[in-house]
């Protein structure tokens, strides 16, 4: 298993360019997250997701689309990027009680 | 507001020393997680307390849920450089939703 997979791993955005931070599991969880975590922060749920077909906004959902086709795949999307959305994204899935994190994405945004 | 609050936020310490690190927290979640993050990288889960009263402990390292005090606690015990890292709390912001709400973190540093 390679568990929950995201690419890239790191990338440097315009001002008003778009981008889809990529998020795949393959231990067949229905529930993913997407969290954002900024300098010496904790994490924020940007969007989540309980199955297929169903996506539900978290706390920070502003400037930020998803989109769940498939169980394995949840990717975010950042249309016209901002400075404010220079941050490290995580993608999460889960069993159970159990959230397991891919390796994250570090996003620049000048 | 729904608020999850950890103090302190930075720790220093000489190994073998005891010390706790608090999570307190505005919800009425049942559950409550504590994860691990060293620099650089992901977070991994730690402990899951599904109840009032529930105590975990792996190593050096014990947690505890007081859901009527709304408060948690990470107790390190005889700490050693191996456990410098972020430490996370987390609650359910909404009753039985798994939407996740972190804390800010807790910096832990064990001195040699």
């Given at each position: 298993n390679a568990g929950v997979t995201q690419t890239p791993k790191f990338r440097i955005l315009k001002i008003g360019q778009s981008m889809t931070l990529q998020c795949t599991q393959?231990?067949?969880?229905?529930y993913m997250y997407w969290y954002r975590q900024d300098p010496g922060m904790g994490l924020k749920l940007i969007y989540y997701s309980v199955g297929a077909g169903i996506t539900d906004k978290g706390e920070v959902p502003n400037g930020y689309n998803v989109s769940r086709s498939t169980t394995e795949d949840f990717p975010l999307r950042l249309e016209l990027a901002a400075p404010s959305q220079t941050s490290v994204y995580f993608c999460a899935s889960r069993t159970g009680y159990e959230q397991y994190f891919g390796p994250g994405t570090r996003l620049t945004v000048t | 507001e729904l608020k999850v609050e950890q103090n302190p936020l930075f720790l220093s310490m000489q190994e073998g020393k005891n010390y706790t690190i608090y999570c307190n927290y505005?919800?009425?979640?049942d559950r409550l997680y504590w994860y691990r993050q060293d620099p650089g990288k992901s977070l991994e889960s730690l402990f899951v307390l599904l109840s009032n009263g529930a105590v975990k402990q792996e190593g050096r390292l014990m947690a505890s849920l007081d859901t009527k005090a709304r408060l948690s606690t990470l107790h390190i015990t005889a700490a050693v450089h191996d456990l410098s890292a972020t430490y996370f709390c987390a609650v359910d912001g909404e009753s039985g939703t798994y939407k996740y709400i972190f804390g800010t973190g807790t910096r832990l540093k064990v001195l040699a």
């Open positions: 393959d231990m067949n969880h229905n | 505005s919800t009425t979640s």
